[in-house]
């Protein structure tokens, strides 16, 4: 009956009896279904590399409810970036300074960059490839980038909204504003 109702929705763990929450074959089923239903299992499975990966596939932010061991493991952290990009919140810190990971995670939601290491947000280049996948990764930027002419005008050439979170000074700037 529990394995039934994990199936039809993997949030039912929460109100499985506690011998079915330690049961992986249980477990599974039931992040398959729903990600989140991680939160939901036994202790152990937050260590179990297998029920984590299938939970970040289904809902990046499952990612939470990991194991600080596989929050740390790359291949974990970027099935669930790709899913949810700001599933890179819950990431070790390692990883979100990680320049490849990050960009994975901004691909999916530019928002994500909130989320990666202070060095990055400051780092010119990679901003140049972040503000091509979406407006919101200038908001996030190193403030003193938000100032760099170059980049604020790549930036809105991918996205006019991009002028949204330009400096004061970028706005007043007539081809930055004709280019948004």
Not at 1 to 30: C, I, K
Not at 34 to 52: I, P, Q, R
Not at 107 to 113: E, T, V, Y
Request: glycine residues 4%.
């Amino acid at each position: 009956v529990v394995l039934e109702a994990v199936r039809q929705d993997g949030m039912a763990l929460r109100y499985a009896a506690d011998d079915l929450q330690h049961d992986r074959e249980v477990v599974l089923e039931a992040v398959r279904t729903n990600g989140m239903a991680l939160k939901y299992a036994a202790k152990e499975f937050s260590c179990d590399w297998e029920v984590v990966l299938e939970a970040v596939r289904q809902h990046g932010q499952a990612l939470e409810h990991a194991s600080p061991e596989l929050q740390s493991d790359r291949t974990v952290v970027l099935e669930a970036v790709r899913r949810e990009g700001v599933a890179l919140e819950f990431a070790a810190a390692e990883l979100q300074r990680d320049g490849e990971v990050a960009i994975e995670a901004v691909k999916n939601q530019s928002r994500a960059l909130q989320y990666a290491g202070k060095e990055l947000r400051g780092d010119r280049q990679f901003l140049f490839t972040a503000v091509k996948h979406g407006s919101k990764a200038l908001a996030y930027a190193a403030e003193r980038l938000c100032c760099d002419r170059e980049l604020v005008l790549h930036a809105v050439r991918h996205s006019g909204e991009a002028l949204r979170y330009a400096s004061a000074e970028a706005k007043h700037d007539r081809e930055v504003v004709l280019e948004a």
